[in-house]
T-cell receptor, first 110, second 113 residues
């Protein structure tokens, strides 16, 4: 079983739609969680950190469920510019190892 | 300007040759990482380092080697033992605090012919 798993998609949604991605992790000792965005042929960039209490940044909401070992990302009012691959990242605090999921591809159509 | 720099952006090598990819950061980060990304795939961890003169193997370390002689630098050597070296290589750095994000360089596209 992979340490971090994501649905590869693609999720094909119209502009203005709400879309949600989930990511599951296998190691209960995982301590820190992030969502990164990667555009085609570019480096990943931080979208948002995921806090235990959940957090929101504009149209983006991230949540963590430690009991079920998953994190989620919700995008409201999708824009064409949201089209990208979204990577779930888990950080092991004891070793500082950063583990990436394989990414979920989002396509927002006009 | 603080940041993380990878060079070169594109690299072509003949099969059987070793090649070294550069990664330098001036963010005063302790942790540095090397990832490999194949087309349509996620990032796979090759090596990572928490401190100077120490590093650990990631999930796909075979055929690769690293050094961490300076805090700012974490070069990756792709050796001839790596059977399929053509890929996009990404270097990242981070503070070691748990909630600290990682910053990436722009990557090196290695093509072996």
């Amino acid at each position: 079983r992979k340490e971090v798993e994501q649905d590869p998609g693609p999720f094909n949604v119209p502009e203005g739609a709400t879309v949600a991605f989930n990511c599951t992790y296998s190691n209960s000792a995982s301590q820190s969680f992030f969502w990164y965005r990667q555009d085609c042929r570019k480096e990943p960039k931080l979208l948002m950190s995921v806090y235990s209490s959940g957090n929101e940044d504009g149209r983006f909401t991230a949540q963590l469920n430690r009991a079920s070992q998953y994190i989620s990302l919700l995008i409201r009012d999708s824009k064409l510019s949201d089209s990208a691959t979204y990577l779930c990242v888990v950080k092991m605090d004891s070793s500082y190892k950063l583990i990436f999921g394989s990414g979920t591809r989002l396509l927002v159509r006009p | 300007d603080g940041g993380i720099t990878q060079s070169p952006k594109y690299l072509f090598r003949k099969e059987g040759q070793n090649v070294t990819l550069s990664c330098e950061q001036n963010l005063n980060h302790d942790a540095m990482y090397w990832y490999r990304q194949d087309p349509g795939q996620g990032l796979r961890l090759i090596y990572y380092s928490q401190i100077v003169n120490d590093f650990q193997k990631g999930d796909i370390a075979e055929g690769y080697s690293v050094s961490r002689e300076k805090k700012e630098s974490f070069p990756l050597t792709v050796t001839s033992a790596q059977k399929n070296p053509t890929a996009f290589y990404l270097c990242a750095s981070s503070l070691i605090q748990g909630t600290a994000e990682a910053f990436f360089g722009q990557g090196t596209r290695l093509t072996v012919v």
